[in-house]
């Protein structure tokens, strides 16, 4: 059995002594270039660092960028390190990629049987895919321990945060986690010895959930909460010498004053797969709910490819329901709570409540809302969208995919060649 891996394939060790400058400009004479002349990029930069790191000076450390490539690690493993909002992803696809030979991972001291089940989900996978389902739809069937590969860069101070994360935090419960973090460690702390430091594991774990069968669900957006947008628009628009026109914001270079508007939304019974892709809007405050909760719950998205053929729709339902059997099965054989989450189903829906201004939502909705949007989180963001409308109309009517807004399509031959209007009712 492979097992994943996390390689740090950039880390300038030249960039040790813009850290250590970033250490010393604060209380040394001379211009940037001068203080930066001081560094040798040795031992007497690194005891340095370590100094200012001691007295929690913490933010030197963004001045070193860092590109990991994940290779072959579970979904579980990709889910908890883009929650890490201060860096960049790119994932391979499973919209588009076949993933009929991405292989799964194995937890530690899985009972016997484990394995066997998820060949079965992935042959599955095959089935759906023979019958004419879309890869995107057939996904859902792939349990959460199917390898994943993707790239993520970041600067030192939430590489640090996430790999402590990793070895004494929240992700010190999985074994897969612990182990990829430890490499993580061990690379960096060849540039940067003893930077990470020691710690010990967060203690305790979950309670064996009940697994439900659950039913078919469809994700359902409610804006919880909103701000007084033309009182804050208007006092913005005094600052900034501007109109607070919202035709004028919307195509502003620089429209700061849509940060200041920031709403609340509860998002409920979302695919697994498509929380991914809310995640991947890193200006937000979000909070997840924990895949094994979502697996014990046990709704699923059904789509219409699916539905539409009732042999893939017999075999794909019947898929989640023997889940819960199984995750049952497999606690009451030894299976530690934690690990019972990569029995999960990238179709098993979640909820999720999140924060995001309205200079955000703007580039979400130009996203999202598009015809080539994948067709769950489009369905969610056209819901928001109208909430808003109903309740900000004379600023959100502006609001759309990216031909409404901008009047052209990014998206070139790919377009969908219906460019929208404002008030056509799907929107």
Not at 406 to 412: A, K, R, S, V
Request: aromatic share 8%; glycine share 8%; proline share 5%.
């Amino acid at each position: 059995m492979k097992t994943g891996t996390a390689t740090i394939i950039r880390l300038d060790p030249e960039a040790r002594g813009v850290v250590a400058s970033a250490a010393r400009i604060s209380t040394t004479e001379g211009s940037a270039l001068e203080v930066l002349k001081k560094s040798d990029g040795g031992e007497k930069d690194l005891r340095l660092i370590g100094k200012v790191l001691a007295s929690g000076h913490r933010s030197v450390l963004e001045h070193q960028v860092l590109s990991i490539a994940f290779d072959d690690v579970s979904v579980l493993v990709e889910q908890f390190a883009i929650e890490f909002r201060l860096a960049s992803f790119t994932v391979k696809s499973r919209r588009y990629v076949d993933f009929s030979g991405a292989g799964f991972v194995v937890p530690e001291n899985a009972p016997e049987g484990f394995s066997a089940r998820m060949e079965a989900l992935f042959a599955l996978y095959g089935r759906l895919l023979a019958l004419g389902v879309p890869r995107e739809d057939a996904r859902f069937v792939l349990p959460y321990c199917f390898r994943s590969n993707f790239y993520m860069t970041l600067n030192a101070r939430e590489f640090i945060h996430m790999v402590r994360a990793m070895l004494y935090g929240r992700g010190s419960r999985w074994a897969e986690l612990r182990a990829l973090g430890a490499s993580l460690k061990e690379q960096f702390e060849r540039v940067y010895p003893g930077m990470i430091g020691e710690g010990e594991p967060v203690g305790g774990t979950p309670s064996v959930p009940d697994f439900q069968a659950g039913k078919a669900a469809s994700g359902c957006a409610r804006l919880l909460s909103k701000p007084d947008c033309s009182l804050l628009l208007d006092m913005a628009a005094k600052f900034s010498g501007s109109e607070n026109k919202p035709d004028s914001l919307l195509n502003m270079e620089r429209p700061r004053a849509l940060e200041l508007l920031s709403f609340v939304f509860s998002v409920r019974d979302v695919s697994l797969a498509c929380v991914t892709h809310f995640a991947r809007h890193r200006m937000q405050s979000p909070m997840y709910m924990p895949t094994l909760d979502a697996l014990a719950r046990g709704n699923y998205v059904l789509p219409e490819t699916v539905s539409a053929i009732p042999e893939a729709r017999e075999a794909y339902e019947a898929a989640f329901r023997e889940q819960a059997v199984f995750a049952r099965e497999m606690a009451s054989r030894g299976l530690r709570p934690e690990d019972a989450a990569y029995c999960a189903l990238s179709g098993h829906t979640a909820d999720m409540l999140f924060a995001m201004n309205a200079r955000e939502l703007l580039h979400f909705f130009k996203l999202r809302t598009c015809e080539r949007a994948q067709w769950e989180i489009r369905a969610v963001a056209i819901q928001m969208l109208r909430q808003l409308r109903a309740c900000e109309g004379e600023l959100f009517d502006g609001y759309g995919p990216s031909c409404l807004v901008t009047g052209h399509c990014p998206e070139g031959r790919l377009s969908c060649g219906h460019p929208r209007k404002r008030g056509e009712e799907d929107l």
